[in-house]
């Protein structure tokens, strides 16, 4: 059981190790005789709103930003549909799709027998190897 006392072992340390330096961390570092200095910091002046309610930013800035925005948005819309419609006039007319590997209705077919094919040869592979 060396294994299980490993871990226990490495927790007792971490908490001896962090019980010995928490309150070693609050006490102050000696200061060899100088006088100790009390520093105290001015209050930051008041800030004065003069213009109350303004986000920063002018009426037409706030515009352009969200015009830009729906432009982005429009943009990315159209080339997603174009493609779409694209995508699917090549099918309807029945030119295959140069990415794929062949018209859509005899991919699922020729994978399956390729995987029937596969399986058989993997059995009889199995087969030969239980004779020996």
Do not use: C, Y
């Not at 971490?14 to 100088?34: E, F, H, I, K, R």
């Amino acid at each position: 059981m060396p294994v299980a006392r490993t871990p226990l072992l490495a927790v007792a340390a971490l908490v001896l190790t962090l019980a010995v330096a928490s309150p070693a961390a609050g006490q102050a570092v000696p200061t060899l005789g100088a006088p100790e200095t009390q520093t105290t910091s001015a209050a930051p002046p008041p800030v004065t709103d003069t213009t109350a309610g303004s986000s920063g930013l002018k009426t037409w800035q706030e515009l352009m930003i969200f015009g830009a925005g729906l432009a982005l948005i429009a943009g990315i819309a159209f080339a997603i549909l174009g493609d779409a419609k694209e995508r699917a006039a090549r099918l309807r007319h029945g030119r295959p799709d140069p990415q794929d590997e062949g018209p859509l209705h005899r991919r699922p077919q020729q994978s399956k027998q390729r995987a029937r094919q596969k399986a058989r040869a993997a059995r009889a592979q199995r087969r030969r190897n239980r004779a020996r």
